[in-house]
């Protein structure tokens, strides 16, 4: 009683959402560009002034702490923003020199532009103290992503008051509406990095978090220059391979030469290609010890991919999954947006690489199609995507229908419909299911979202009919499922006690296979806070059933999951975790996460001590080791059959240095030791890399890459093939056409 009691206090309590419609800001017009030093002269003070920037955490709703004025103007070509961030102990302004695209250990602001003015989609910028460069999109009104990468110029100058920044934006890098008579939607924020706070400009209330139907109207951009242009990169890389046992050889050829178009005729409307894409920069793949019964799900970091990537993810399951594009020879990608219609096909030809029943490797071309389009109206959306492979002797399809419905602001209605449709046979992996059978290849889901004010909960049900497969372009659950899940939760942010915050969240799941036999499901509770002090600590159980799901060869058996076939071993298991993380503001931060847990017909624990070291602005080191112990459990036996215990221990190493804002050097390094087995006790994997930014969007890439023997698949490390070793050069030139 005294829970329900609690519950409709809460419930009464709730505010609505601030309107924000007060706050506007009018950006002056120059009839002369605006050289950038980081320095603001009295030029900037004819712009549109913001100043009564309000803390988001930790003491919402009071005034910041150190005062802050941002200055808007713009000329036929460019927007300008002038930053003027004020600080009473300007020796204590944190300033991290590092690569680009990264904001961590440092002051920084925010740049928020919705382009289109539809309260849903636009543009982030990022400086920092020291001058680190960060771009992105975001989504959905609250989603940010980091996918989208631009040319624009910005400058930083510490003094004796704080530190100042100047922006130049083109209009050209972005899609925009033009001279729009309701404006452009705009925000700013400050991060203070010493002690944590955030402040926006318009105030961000943290129980709702940021949105773009919050944000404020940027007014006064009149005769700007359009989104038409077009963007030439074209590289080269120089390539030398070789076996862990063998010297290197070259594999210089025509292949090596690569070109990315990126064709921009209107503010509706761009196109991009790409052919023979290298992703030699991108950020290496950790290896990582995997006890469970599915394959290690892989985020896409690759430049082609990442744009428009946030907008397949707005369905409620991954149904387009990139990664699964491994080796593509050419692509193409369309994006459209004119008012509430947005669009986003990509296309290309993908080069599979498979093993065969003798472990050879072998070559197979695949054509690859996805689409989204949605429609906004009012509060609601609708959306359509669809999939579709094509390689000799199969064929896979599927197409899904979302949409999602929002009333009274804190109500919201998400419900999902899909088909696949396959035929032929696909590749005879050995570790991949290959029959094909379509009795119910469909699968739905309706999920309601309640926002309390105080705290937030979500009820959802789903349904998966048997052999619906969607992972030959996407990642899914298993088939043959009915399921219903329960999440609450919430961050509560405390003002005058010893926390900053404390969230708490539990979820629970429940399914079954569509006979409604053998119910599987867990529950769990997560605890979480964080100090005045930036310590940051929390724990949590998880008590559950499952079946045991495994890999049986080429041929399925009656149940069949995405990546293998029931086992009917029924077993119940639990977990127990915890973490801490000591003050992310401090040179010196160390953490850990242990986790005990019942694994299948075992025990399980691990402990994951993690240490980073800045002993300089531009220098980090870090180390962490993952250990793992499995006992009583029938996976893991020795010669003669006996049960054995098993270690698992994956040391990493990791180091960064960046000389200037335009070097920079990366390097990690792993070992992985597994005690059960007798002729094969360590995995090494290395990733090193330099970047130089010799010229705006132009880069030059050295990357050596040492990878140790397949283990991602643990039951299977003794088929695992030898490692390799690759060096590579890469040069890259950006430039556009007007």
């Known amino acids: 009683m005294p829970l329900l009691v609690t519950i409709l206090v809460l419930f009464l309590s709730c505010t609505a959402f601030a309107d924000m419609a007060g706050y506007e800001i009018t950006a002056k017009k120059r009839t002369s560009p605006i050289t950038l030093d980081g320095r603001l002269e009295r030029v900037w003070l004819e712009g549109g002034k913001a100043d ?42 944190a300033g991290q020199i590092q690569r680009r695209d990264n904001d961590s250990n440092s002051d920084f602001l925010d740049l928020y532009l919705d382009t289109f003015h539809d309260h849903r989609t636009g543009y982030w910028f990022t400086v920092t103290a020291a001058g680190v460069q960060a771009e992105g999109t975001f989504f959905s009104e609250n989603n940010l992503s980091n996918s989208w990468d631009a040319v624009w110029e910005s400058a930083v100058a510490i003094t004796d008051s704080g530190w100042s920044c100047e922006l130049r934006i083109p209009f050209q890098i972005m899609r925009h509406g033009g001279s729009r008579e309701d404006g452009w939607g705009v925000s700013f924020a400050r991060k203070l990095y010493r002690i944590n706070e955030a402040g926006f400009w318009p105030p961000v209330d943290p129980e709702i978090g940021w949105k773009a139907s919050k944000i404020a109207t940027l007014r006064g951009l009149d005769d700007i220059a359009s989104s038409a242009h077009l963007e030439v990169l074209p590289h080269a890389v ?62 896409e970091k690759r430049p082609f991919f990442l744009e428009s990537k946030e907008y397949f993810e707005e369905t409620p399951y991954t149904f387009v999954y990139t990664r699964r594009v491994a080796d593509p020879d050419y692509g193409g990608r369309v994006n459209y947006q004119k008012g509430n219609v947005k669009a986003s096909f990509l296309a290309g030809k993908n080069r599979l690489s498979y093993f065969d029943d003798q472990f050879e490797t072998r070559g197979l071309l695949q054509d690859v199609f996805v689409g989204r389009t949605t429609l906004n109206s009012g509060r609601h959306r609708f959306g359509l995507t669809g999939t579709y492979l094509n390689q000799t002797g199969y064929t896979a399809a599927a197409a899904g229908f979302d949409a999602k419905f929002r009333w009274r602001v804190r109500d919201q209605l998400n419900l999902w419909l899909s088909a696949v449709d396959r035929s032929g046979d696909p590749v005879q992996h050995w570790y991949r299911v290959a029959q094909v059978r379509d009795e119910q290849p469909v699968e739905s889901r309706v999920g309601y979202v309640r926002d309390y004010g105080p705290f937030r909960s979500e009820l959802a049900a789903a349904y998966r009919g048997t052999d619906y497969d969607i ?117 010196f931060r160390y953490g850990t996460d242990a986790r005990y847990r019942t694994f299948r017909d075992g025990n399980s624990y691990s402990l994951e001590p993690e240490v980073s070291w800045r002993p300089r ?46 070097l920079s050097f990366r390097g990690t390094l792993q070992w992985i030791e597994k005690s059960h087995f007798v002729d094969d006790q360590g995995l090494f994997f290395a990733n090193l890399l330099m970047s130089y930014n010799w010229s705006p969007g132009s880069w030059f890439y050295i990357v050596y890459d040492e990878s140790g023997r397949d283990i991602d698949r643990l039951d299977h490390a003794d088929m695992s093939i030898p490692g390799d070793r690759t060096l590579r050069a890469k040069l890259t030139y950006f430039f556009t056409v007007p």
């Open 52 to 93: 009564n920037f309000i803390q988001r955490e930790p003491g919402y709703p009071a005034p910041v702490t150190q005062k802050c004025e941002v200055y808007v103007l713009y000329d036929e070509n460019a927007l300008y923003f002038g930053y003027m961030y004020y600080d009473t102990a300007p020796d204590s302004i």
């Open 617 to 662: 602005s531009n220098i980090e080191l870090g180390a962490e080791m993952d250990w793992t112990r499995v006992w009583n459990s029938r996976s893991f036996v020795d010669d003669s059959g006996h049960v054995v215990t098993a270690d698992f221990r994956n040391w990493i190493l990791k180091s960064s240095w960046s000389p200037s804002l335009k």
């Open 238 to 299: 120089g390539r030398w391979d070789a076996p862990t046992t063998k010297d290197f050889r070259s594999e210089n050829e025509w292949e090596n030469l690569g070109l990315t178009l990126k064709y921009v005729p209107s503010a509706a409307l761009s196109i991009d290609g790409a052919y023979q894409p290298d992703f030699a920069q991108v950020d290496v793949d950790e290896a990582v010890i995997n006890l469970s019964d599915y394959p290690v799900f892989l985020s």
């Open 471 to 587: 992972n030959d372009l996407g990642w899914g659950d298993p088939s043959n499922q009915i399921r219903q899940a329960l999440w609450i939760g919430d961050n509560y942010y405390l003002n005058g006690t010893a926390f900053r915050n404390f969230g708490f969240d539990i979820n629970s799941l429940r399914s079954s296979l569509t006979t409604g036999d053998a119910p599987e499901g867990y529950a769990n509770f997560n605890l979480f806070t964080t100090t005045r002090t930036n310590w940051e600590l929390g724990g949590g159980m998880e008590w559950g059933d499952d079946f045991r799901r495994r890999y049986v060869g080429l041929q399925a058996g009656e149940f069949r999951d995405n990546f293998g076939s029931f086992n009917h071993e029924y077993y119940k298991y639990f977990w127990h975790w915890g973490w801490f993380w000591s003050d992310q503001t401090k040179p």
